[in-house]
C-alpha cells in the first residue's frame, strides 16, 4: 500500500534571518537588499544575497548554520535516511584553505557527523533542480515503505567560484532580480541552508507528486517543451487535472528567456494560468538548495499571511504577473528549473 507523504518539519537559514519565523517577519517589513560579494582573485563585486553570520572560519560558519536549520525541522529519525543536495558543496572551503583535501562524499559525511546521524547519507547535485530531487527521491522512499521517514538538506554556501563562473557567463544582473519584469537582465545568487523533514504522520503539508525531466537542448536556460512535460508528469503522479493547480510558484530567476519559456511550457499544460509568485527577489537564487528553501519559506508564508509583493511591475509581453497577496491555494506547483536541462516540479497541498 502506498503510503501519503507530509512536511514534518522545516527549517531556512538565508538572508532573510537564522530561522523561518525571523524570514517571515522580515519579509513583512519588506525584505532585505542583496549585498555584494566578490568574484575569485577580486574580480568585481556582484550583488549577492548572503547570510548575516561572519567567520572567518569557513567550516565552522558551515557547522553552525547547518545544525541550526537542522534544528528548526524538529526531531529527526538519526536512522532515516539523509540527503544531502548542494551543487557548490565545500569549494568555499578549500577556497579559505586549498591545502584541505577531499570530494563531495566526504563533506557529506562531515555533515552527517556534525548531526549525529546513523542512517544512509545521500548525496544529490543535479545544479539548481538538486534539493527538488532530493525531495522527490526521499518521498519515494517513504512511499514505498522503505523508510518511514526523511531529512533533505539544501546546502548552498557562500564561494566566489560559483560567483565568478555565473559572472564569466554574463548571466548575473547588477542589481536586484527583477522576475518577469520587462527589465528583468539576470540572476542574483544567494546562500541559504533549507532543511525539510519528511514522514506520514499527517500535517497541513502534504507532497501530492511531482516529477523531473531532463531536456538539455539549451543547457544554460529553460526549455518550454520541458516545462510541459515536467508538468503534465507530476500532474499524474498527484492524480490532479490542470485546473486543480491554484498557485505556481515560479522558478522565475529574472532571465529574459528563461522567464518567458517557463510561463509558456506552463500555458501548454494547464491552459489558464493561475496566480503566481517567485522567491528570487528575495532569496536570491540559491542554486542546489532552491527546491528546500523555497519550499520551507512559500509553505511558512502562506501560514503566516505573509506575502512578498513583485519588486517592479510585469512585462506587458508576457501576459502574466506576480500576484501581490497571498491567494486561497489548496494544491501549489512548486517549480525549480536549472543549468543541464533540469526541469523539476513538486507538488504540494495544503490540507488545512
Known amino acids: 500500500m502506498t503510503r501519503e507523504v507530509f512536511i514534518q518539519g522545516r527549517g531556512l537559514v538565508s538572508a532573510l534571518?537564522?530561522?523561518?519565523?525571523?524570514a517571515t517577519a522580515c519579509l513583512a517589513a519588506g525584505g532585505v537588499a542583496p549585498g555584494r560579494l566578490c568574484g575569485p582573485d577580486g574580480s568585481p563585486a556582484w550583488p549577492y544575497?548572503?547570510?548575516?553570520?561572519?567567520?572567518d572560519d569557513w567550516l565552522a560558519r558551515a557547522?553552525?548554520?547547518?545544525?541550526?536549520?537542522?534544528?528548526?525541522?524538529?526531531?529527526?529519525d538519526i536512522d532515516a535516511p539523509l540527503f544531502i543536495a548542494s551543487c557548490s558543496i565545500h569549494i568555499g572551503a578549500i577556497e579559505s584553505n586549498p591545502a584541505l583535501h577531499g570530494d563531495c562524499l566526504?563533506?557529506?559525511?562531515?555533515?552527517?557527523?556534525?548531526?549525529?546521524?546513523?542512517?544512509?547519507?545521500?548525496w544529490i547535485s543535479t545544479a539548481c533542480t538538486s534539493a527538488s530531487n532530493a525531495l522527490l527521491a526521499a518521498a519515494e522512499r517513504i512511499r514505498s515503505g522503505n523508510a518511514s521517514q526523511a531529512l533533505v538538506l539544501g546546502v548552498e554556501l557562500r564561494n566566489r567560484f560559483t560567483c565568478g563562473g555565473f559572472a564569466a557567463m554574463q548571466l548575473l544582473d547588477t542589481q536586484r532580480p527583477r522576475p518577469l519584469a520587462a527589465d528583468r537582465s539576470g540572476l542574483v545568487l544567494g546562500e541559504a541552508i533549507g532543511a525539510i523533514r519528511l514522514g506520514t504522520e499527517p500535517t497541513r503539508w502534504r507532497l501530492a507528486g511531482g516529477a523531473n525531466v531532463v531536456d538539455g537542448r539549451d543547457p544554460a536556460g529553460a526549455s518550454t517543451e520541458a516545462v510541459t512535460r515536467m508538468t503534465q508528469?507530476?500532474?499524474?503522479?498527484?492524480?490532479?487535472?490542470?485546473?486543480?493547480?491554484?498557485?505556481?510558484k515560479l522558478q522565475a530567476a529574472g532571465s529574459p528567456a528563461s522567464d518567458l519559456a517557463e510561463l509558456e511550457g506552463l500555458r501548454a499544460a494547464l491552459g489558464k494560468l493561475p496566480a503566481l509568485t517567485s522567491l528570487k527577489a528575495e532569496l536570491g537564487h540559491t542554486l542546489g538548495a532552491s527546491g528546500a528553501a523555497e519550499l520551507a519559506l512559500l509553505t511558512a508564508s502562506i501560514e503566516e499571511a505573509c506575502w512578498a509583493p513583485p519588486r517592479a511591475p510585469a512585462d506587458p509581453a508576457l501576459g502574466a504577473r506576480l500576484c501581490d497577496e497571498a491567494p486561497q491555494a489548496r494544491f501549489i506547483l512548486h517549480n525549480i528549473l536549472g543549468f543541464g536541462g533540469g526541469h523539476a516540479t513538486v507538488i504540494v497541498e495544503d490540507c488545512a
Open 17 to 22: 534571518g537564522p530561522d523561518l519565523r525571523s
Open 49 to 55: 544575497f548572503g547570510i548575516p553570520d561572519e567567520d
Open 63 to 76: 557547522h553552525r548554520l547547518i545544525t541550526r536549520a537542522q534544528a528548526e525541522s524538529g526531531t529527526a
Open 106 to 122: 566526504d563533506f557529506s559525511d562531515t555533515i552527517a557527523r556534525w548531526l549525529g546521524w546513523h542512517g544512509p547519507v545521500y
Open 233 to 248: 508528469q507530476a500532474l499524474a503522479t498527484a492524480g490532479l487535472d490542470a485546473g486543480d493547480i491554484d498557485l505556481v
